[in-house]
């Protein structure tokens, strides 16, 4: 079956994920810079890191699904999979910023973090099963050096957590950064390949 009702149905699921998470900042009751920071501040750095893992993969996601023309139930599964750990990113964003520093909630939110990554993978290798786009897309994704190394940043993090929990946003914010770093693979492999863009 073709992809474009799975890629509708996800950037429909990452948008509604975003909304449900900027809704649940806390408005500040003062019209000071310092009641912004008072009311809103933790629940801010938490959303923005929230929201760029969200973009990461609406990003990662989007440029894999150009690159295959068809999916399987398998793969079908797999991404509904991904969304589900996607769209717990609101309850474990709120539960950090509500009962800030907390050890569990810290921790909750890289295990959260590392089950999202953790399904990516899973969707990705289902999709280098795939006939007509897997042999495309283990030449684009090549070594995955950065999707090899992320699950042990996650575990530093979540270990992190129980000693001190805000060392934990270190390592959450490090995987978040070496992912924000403009990945051209997949642009070089299409524009090589342009029969594949159009």
Do not use: C
Request: hydrophobic share 50%; proline share 6%; charged share 15%.
């Amino acid at each position: 079956m073709p992809t474009s009702r799975l890629e509708a149905f996800s950037d429909g699921v990452l948008a509604i994920v975003i909304t449900v998470m900027v809704l649940e900042l806390n408005v500040p009751k003062g019209d000071h810079l310092s009641d912004l920071w008072h009311d809103t501040g933790v629940g801010l750095l938490t959303y923005v890191l929230s929201f760029v893992y969200i973009g990461i993969y609406w990003n990662n996601h989007h440029h894999m699904f150009q690159i295959a023309q068809a999916v399987t139930g398998s793969v079908l599964w797999a991404n509904l999979h991904l969304l589900f750990w996607l769209s717990l990113y609101p309850f474990t964003t709120s539960w950090l910023d509500e009962t800030w520093p907390a050890v569990t909630p810290t921790a909750v939110y890289g295990v959260n973090l590392m089950a999202a990554g953790t399904a990516y993978y899973i969707l990705q290798r289902l999709m280098m099963r795939l006939p007509d786009s897997g042999p495309r897309l283990r030449e684009v994704v090549g070594t995955d050096f950065k999707g090899k190394v992320s699950p042990f940043i996650y575990l530093l993090g979540i270990g992190l957590a129980f000693v001190e929990p805000w060392m934990a946003l270190v390592p959450y914010a490090a995987v978040a950064l070496m992912w924000l770093v403009p990945d051209r693979r997949v642009e070089r492999y299409l524009a090589a390949h342009r029969e594949l863009a159009d």
